[in-house]
């Protein structure tokens, strides 16, 4: 299995990008999924969650600007980013929990990031 993320750029603040994340390769069903970021020299942190049946989750920062969605048919995750500021500049990492159609068994998976540029 193999998350593709896209979507990242360079965007003035106060302005919006929208993050994708598709999911490839042997999938019976995503569990639980959802967006991390990395800023230079910090840890990486949770941004938004998902569940399976689409509760969401969003950290305080991101509260009634960033929208977390998915497309279990395209098997797609979105963060929907408004309103951004500075400090949302990173690096955005998609993040799932597949199950596997052969053996049952889940694990998680990590896409290979998109770099989100706040400028003022």
């Known amino acids: 299995v193999q998350l593709q993320a896209s979507g990242g750029g360079l965007v003035q603040a106060g302005g919006s990008l929208s993050l994708s994340c598709t999911a490839s390769g042997s999938i019976f069903k995503i569990h639980d999924a959802g967006w991390y970021r990395q800023a230079p020299g910090k840890e990486r942190q949770w941004v938004a969650l998902i569940s399976s049946i689409g509760v969401t989750h969003y950290v305080d920062s991101a509260k009634g600007r960033f929208t977390i969605s998915r497309d279990d048919a395209k098997h797609t995750l979105s963060l929907e980013m408004n309103s951004l500021k500075l400090e949302d500049t990173a690096h955005y990492y998609c993040?799932?929990?597949?199950?596997?159609?052969?053996?049952?068994?889940?694990?998680?998976?990590w896409g290979q990031g998109t770099l989100v540029t706040v400028s003022s």
């Open positions: 993040n799932a929990v597949v199950q596997d159609p052969a053996t049952m068994l889940s694990r998680e998976y």
